[in-house]
T-cell receptor, first 121, second 111 residues
Framework: EAGVAQSPRYKIIEKRQSVAFWCNPISGHATLYWYQQILGQGPKLLIQFQNNGVVDDSQLPKDRFSAERLKGVDSTLKIQPAKLEDSAVYLC???????????????????FGPGTRLTVL | AQSVTQLGSHVSVSEGALVLLRCNYSSSVPPYLFWYVQYPNQGLQLLLKYTSAATLVKGINGFEAEFKKSETSFHLTKPSAHMSDAAEYFCAVSDKSRLSFGAGTTVTVRA
């Protein structure tokens, strides 16, 4: 099965420019996540979608970051305008939402894409 | 809020030696715990996860981790390191949804 696809893999922009990243999750995965991974740190969740609805965007800097998943499949993350501190790897992940069986067995496994490395100069 | 602390940002081991990566968690509820591996220029891959069944969890590539509630730890081990184990390893904790990752431990393997 194909994994999570992301593009571009690398992007270099000047500060105050805008940039967009694209993610295509594994087929059939209802949940999609965007993470920011700054060098030397673990990934931090920016936004989580369930189908085309937002589940958690509490850590998304909404003054400059936006994300959408209009048809409940692929997703776009945008930064406008970019700042130097936005330099990071942006990871997309997806998970299959297990149907309820009456016993919760933990969060669904997330499958990660290769990421987009953003450098803001 | 839940969090994890990974002790040691870099670990260097000889090929064939024991790999031990330390992770301590903080959680107000019974946690779900994970170890992920990240190879250069790749995304994260799940090694193993603890979901309150057996306290000793076996994962892929010969790795295992033991959940110790009394020590609030979930250390990752592999008896014999291989050159292909060189990567960055992340411990993570979750309640029912959001994953919170540690800062990561980079493993280098010496021939």
């Amino acid at each position: 099965e194909a994994g999570v696809a992301q593009s571009p893999r690398y992007k270099i922009i000047e500060k105050r420019q805008s940039v967009a990243f694209w993610c295509n999750p594994i087929s059939g995965h209802a949940t999609l996540y965007w993470y920011q991974q700054i060098l030397g740190q673990g990934p931090k969740l920016l936004i989580q979608f369930q189908n085309n609805g937002v589940v958690d965007d509490s850590q998304l800097p909404k003054d400059r970051f936006s994300a959408e998943r209009l048809k409940g499949v692929d997703s776009t993350l945008k930064i406008q305008p970019a700042k130097l501190e936005d330099s990071a790897v942006y990871l997309c992940a997806s998970s299959f939402s297990s149907p309820g069986t009456g016993r919760y067995e933990g969060p669904d496994t997330q499958y990660f894409g290769p990421g987009t490395r953003l450098t803001v100069l | 809020a839940q969090s994890v602390t990974q002790l040691g940002s870099h670990v260097s081991v000889s090929e064939g030696a024991l790999v031990l990566l330390r992770c301590n968690y903080s959680s107000s509820v019974p946690p779900y715990l994970f170890w992920y591996v990240q190879y250069p220029n790749q995304g994260l891959q799940l090694l193993l996860k603890y979901t309150s069944a057996a306290t000793l969890v076996k994962g892929i590539n010969g790795f295992e981790a033991e959940f110790k509630k009394s020590e609030t730890s979930f250390h990752l081990t592999k008896p014999s390191a291989h050159m292909s184990d060189a990567a960055e390893y992340f411990c993570a904790v979750s309640d029912k949804s959001r994953l919170s990752f540690g800062a990561g431990t980079t493993v280098t393997v010496r021939a």
